[in-house]
């Protein structure tokens, strides 16, 4: 009997031992599949984030959007993976969240940095609502605001005769044919900016100017240009590169250097400036700059002039820095 008992034993073990194992969660990733009565509690600063951010959006209780995952996740670019052409990212990996929550039924994938101070919804939401929220971080994140400093003023459906959604820039081409998309616009401290986007939001393209620049000639036989948009982004072209170069105001200049060039936008109106050298002159050098403020002054100041003309040279030589 003793015997038949240890042989039972054994072969209990021996079942047991080779029973399959449950595989077990990564530990970068926690799992919450139930509503939390009270949401933020116990919650890290990156998920508090993320709930208050769809809470938001969706115009939902906290209360009623559940946390399904959370996993540590090092991000690419300063925009978090989620890149559009036309939206300017900086080119530093980010250590950060990908964060899976819940409300009415359907999930939504939201992007964040470790801390939270940078949250984007990624997927979830319609396309044009998703663009919509990306446009406000990419304004708030190139004018130093808070996005709750930008409001939507409209959105409309319209159908651009090229592939650079109506918006010319030097150096690129453009195909003719019609493509559909979205005009937007969004305001910040009484301020309004358009943007073009394509209707799968594949390419985004601001389309306030702030103003245009181009030196050609000279001894140098400089061909450079540039084109600065009202909300932040600057594209540039020179002699060395057929490529468009691309960059942000805040990312290039000193803080005095934008509140400076915001003053000039709130004073003046539109303003051409033509600097060239007389006719006539050897080696003749060209500099043109067309000024779109918001202001009612239509003629700048001698002081000004100059000073706006140094300060777009200034820029120029940043982005190819």
Not at 20 to 26: D, F, G, L, S
Not at 84 to 92: I, P, Y
Not at 270 to 296: E, K, L, Y
Not at 301 to 316: G, M, S, V, W
């Amino acid at each position: 009997m003793k015997k038949t008992f240890i042989g039972m034993t054994l072969l209990i073990l021996v079942i047991a031992a080779c029973a399959p194992q449950q595989p077990t969660e990564a530990p970068s990733v926690i799992m919450e599949r139930t509503p939390r009565p009270t949401p933020t509690e116990g919650l890290s600063p990156a998920q508090r984030a993320a709930l208050s951010l769809l809470s938001e959006t969706l115009s939902l209780p906290a209360d009623q959007i559940t946390l399904i995952s959370t996993e540590a996740v090092t991000w690419p670019d300063g925009c978090l993976g989620i890149q559009r052409a036309g939206l300017m990212c900086t080119q530093a990996l980010v250590e950060g969240y990908r964060i899976v929550l819940e409300a009415e039924g359907k999930q939504y994938e939201l992007r964040t940095n470790q801390t939270g101070s940078q949250v984007v919804i990624a997927s979830g939401l319609e396309p044009s609502d998703l663009i919509e929220r990306v446009m406000i971080q990419q304004l708030a994140s190139n004018l130093g605001i808070s996005e709750s400093d930008i409001s939507l003023v409209s959105r409309t459906e319209v159908e651009f005769n090229d592939t650079c959604l109506g918006v010319t820039l030097e150096n690129v081409l453009c195909a003719q044919m019609i493509t559909p998309g979205y005009v937007i616009i969004l305001e910040a401290k009484g301020i309004q900016y358009e943007y073009h986007v394509s209707t799968d939001g594949s390419r985004v393209q601001p389309a306030t100017f702030a103003f245009l620049w181009k030196r050609e000639g000279g001894i140098a036989g400089f061909c450079d240009s540039m084109t600065v948009f009202l909300s932040g982004e600057v594209y540039g072209t020179n002699c060395k590169s057929t490529e468009t170069k691309m960059g942000r105001v805040i990312d290039l200049l000193t803080a005095d250097d934008i509140a400076q060039l915001h003053e000039w936008i709130v004073q003046y109106g539109q303003v051409n400036i033509d600097a060239s050298d007389p006719q006539g002159v050897s080696d003749r050098m060209f500099i043109t700059m067309t000024f779109f403020g918001r202001g009612t002054q239509q003629t700048l100041t001698a002081p000004d002039r100059e000073r706006l003309l140094e300060f777009a040279q200034r820029l120029h030589l940043e982005l190819y820095k």
